[in-house]
T-cell receptor, first 110, second 115 residues
Framework: SQQGEEDPQALSIQEGENATMNCSYK?????LQWYRQNSGRGLVHLIL?????REKHSGRLRVTLDTSKKSSSLLITASRAADTASYFC??????????FGAGTQVVVTP | DVKVTQSSRYLVKRTGEKVFLECVQD?????MFWYRQDPGLGLRLIYF???????EKGDIPEGYSVSREKKERFSLILESASTNQTSMYLC??????????????FGEGSRLTVL
């Protein structure tokens, strides 16, 4: 079974709007990571948040982590057409496995 | 820049053939991983390795084996390919962090079709 599950499965927004996606997981983690995948390509790392951190920023990205609720969110502010991609959360489990969810497909229209 | 290179972007094989997928990284990473990606299922971990000659089963190791004879190279082997192994295969590498796994660097993927 998958550890991380993203919500929503798909998201369609216009340029300039914010995009928010969520990730829930089931067991204790070392850290949680977010990745982006453009169609047919490999994944690219966006941000890593450790289990003792609550919020992290990187450019237009903001990630939160709530370990009591076993959930994380990724916010992309002022979205651009180039942000169109699939976004995945990955949980680094105690014991070393890094497990991915099924992803959120984001489409940003001009 | 870190580079993870997968030997083939597209392969077509027949049922029962032995298939080798090669992956090489140039950043001296300790950790290497093989995932498969299928629509609606995300990435599923097949095998991973924390060191040379060391391997650990992931979530779906059945039908696969791996080899890590050198630190930079991690090979995925399908001993007898079957149609349900048609998929996108992604290799990744990372450093270890204190208490966890660092960011993964992915190759471009190998799309395997088994007829």
């Amino acid at each position: 079974s998958q550890q991380g599950e993203e919500d929503p499965q798909a998201l369609s927004i216009q340029e300039g709007e914010n995009a928010t996606m969520n990730c829930s997981y089931k067991t204790s983690i070392n850290n949680l990571q977010w990745y982006r995948q453009n169609s047919g390509r490999g994944l690219v790392h966006l941000i890593l948040i450790r289990s003792n951190e609550r919020e992290k920023h990187s450019g237009r990205l903001r990630v939160t982590l709530d370990t009591s609720k076993k959930s994380s969110s990724l916010l992309i502010t002022a979205s651009r057409a180039a942000d169109t991609a699939s976004y995945f959360c990955a949980t680094d489990l105690l014991g070393g496995k890094l497990q991915f969810g099924a992803g959120t497909q984001v489409v940003v229209t001009p | 820049d870190v580079k993870v290179t997968q030997s083939s972007r597209y392969l077509v094989k027949r049922t029962g053939e032995k298939v080798f997928l090669e992956c090489v990284q140039d950043m001296d990473h300790e950790n290497m991983f093989w995932y498969r990606q299928d629509p609606g299922l995300g990435l599923r971990l097949i095998y991973f390795s924390y060191d040379v000659k060391m391997k650990e089963k992931g979530d779906i190791p059945e039908g696969y084996s791996v080899s890590r004879e050198k630190k930079e190279r991690f090979s995925l082997i399908l001993e007898s390919a079957s149609t349900n192994q048609t998929s996108m295969y992604l290799c990744a590498s990372s450093f270890s962090l204190a208490g966890g796994t660092g960011e993964l660097f992915f190759g471009e993927g190998s799309r395997l079709t088994v007829l």
